[in-house]
């Protein structure tokens, strides 16, 4: 390691720019010599097969590396279009009143309610519960109004 330590440091610079990574990809390196010697049977320089043996463990390191995914650090100050987890127990707090207050109508009016909560249109809705539009367009607003009256007094 005297002798070749510091080709197999720049070896080792050369596929790793990161410095702890490059430390452990080195210490690789020195553990894959150290079990390789043994086996080393004098056919090229022992300079070469050094170097070999870095260039093996550098590329598996850059392979390895390069099947991991991709990390990086992550912003504080990245907005984010997601809701915090306070909007989202916010939210949840709401959908939880909204529905306690639809389940206290009374039926002829929690009808449409749920109807519309759906997405449905007061025609649809009418046709749906065989009613006159009219009709369902009078029991929304009384709804509403009593679901407004609900919510207000629990907040």
């Known amino acids: 390691m005297r002798e070749h330590g510091a080709m197999l440091g ?16 080195q210490q690789d390196i020195f553990a894959s010599i150290w ?4 086996g080393f ?8 097969f050094v170097a ?5 463990r550098a590329i598996t390191h850059v ?15 990245l907005p984010s279009d997601q809701p915090s987890p306070f909007e989202d127990a916010e939210r949840a707090d709401q959908q939880r009143r909204l529905l ?5 109508l009374p039926l002829s009016l929690r009808e449409p309610v749920v109807l519309t909560l759906e997405d ?25 109004a009593l679901l407004r009256s609900a919510l207000d007094d629990g907040s």
Request: charged content about 30%.
């Open 35 to 38: 079990r390789a010697l043994p």
């Open 63 to 77: 392979a390895r590396a390069a099947s991991e995914p991709r990390m990086s650090e992550l912003d504080d100050a």
């Open 41 to 48: 049977r004098g056919e090229a320089s022992l300079r070469t």
């Open 120 to 144: 449905f249109s007061p025609r649809e809705i009418a046709e749906m519960l065989a009613l006159n539009p009219n009709i369902v367009s009078i029991r929304l607003t009384r709804a509403k």
């Open 100 to 104: 306690d207050a639809v389940r206290t």
């Open 10 to 25: 720049r070896i080792a610079a050369s596929y790793e720019a990161d410095p702890a990574k490059r430390q452990e990809l």
């Open 52 to 56: 070999r043996i870095a260039h093996n």
